[in-house]
């Protein structure tokens, strides 16, 4: 036996099935975690020099239905300035932390499965971005509503340490939710999530769906959160049917594998009989 079959190889090579220690996975977090900071922390950097221009578009909608955004303390420039740079950091790293947190969920990765996860990371990333967008497009809807609420002898006058918060929470909520159809699609692949379990509980995905639509669009405007309640059932929908077709797919290749296997032990019971001995 040569040298290099003697040696077992190292990795995940050692495992087949894929399965990991305690501290395997231990210090497979840690080095996801370290990676997704540093990304962050580059986005955040980034976004220092696009502070002023996003806040200038964080504070506009304010400001066009009459209301102003004003700091309420000396040290709030620079915690507003740190706060908007990191969610920008954010979605800048969006795909980098979107694939780390994959690749961490479904340890032990195979070939294909790796290929899955990228792609999985490739789809997400766009949809966070969307979701954010929406986010900032059903803004002034929700601040036109509030403020119209203030009595006619009073003017709104907003902190950023309030504002910007809420803002924020709003942005990465929405976010978060478009993220979840990919999510779907990515466990459905893996053979974790089935296509028959999401339509058993569609009722609840449904109901899930107008509550995140109605927090997200708190102003009462139906038409508003229909707006935003219809992309979330698209994707839901969506990725119920990949999920649908994908798991036919798997069906009809393990029928196939079966029958295969069958047919084998079929061949190896009939063996020819051996003549009697003299």
Excluded at 111 to 135: D, Q, S, W, Y
Excluded at 253 to 272: D, F, I, V
């Amino acid at each position: 036996m040569s040298e290099q079959e003697a040696t077992p190889k190292k990795g995940r090579k050692k495992d087949p099935e894929g399965r990991m220690a305690l501290k395997a996975h231990l210090v497979e977090a840690r080095n996801r975690l370290f990676i997704s900071l540093i990304a962050l922390v580059l986005g955040t950097v980034g976004g220092f020099f696009l502070y002023d221009n996003v806040l200038d578009l964080l504070v506009a909608p304010v400001r066009d239905n009459g209301g102003e955004v004003n700091f309420a303390s000396v040290m709030a420039p620079f915690d507003i300035m740190l706060k908007t740079s990191m969610l920008l950091g954010l979605v800048f790293s969006a795909p980098i932390w979107i694939y780390q947190v994959w690749a961490f969920i479904v340890p032990g990765l195979k070939k294909k499965e790796r290929n899955t996860a990228i792609a999985f990371a490739a789809a997400a990333a766009p949809l966070f971005i969307m979701g954010v967008g929406m986010a900032y497009w059903v803004l002034p809807h929700a601040l036109k509503f509030f403020i119209s609420l203030t009595p006619d002898n009073a003017q709104s006058w907003l902190t950023t340490d309030t504002y910007l918060p809420f803002v924020f929470r709003l942005l990465i909520a929405f976010g978060l939710a478009m993220l979840a159809p990919v999510l779907m699609v990515g466990l459905n692949m893996v053979g974790v999530l089935k296509a028959k379990m999401i339509l058993k509980h569609w009722r609840i995905t449904v109901f899930l769906i107008a509550l995140v639509a109605a927090m997200a669009a708190p102003g009462g405007d139906a038409i508003t959160m229909f707006a935003l309640a219809g992309p979330l059932f698209i994707t839901f929908a969506t990725a119920t049917l990949i999920c649908h077709f994908n798991d036919k797919k798997r069906d009809k290749k393990r029928a196939q594998q079966e029958a295969k296997n069958a047919a084998t032990a079929g061949q190896g019971s009939t063996l020819p009989e051996t003549p009697d001995l003299p």
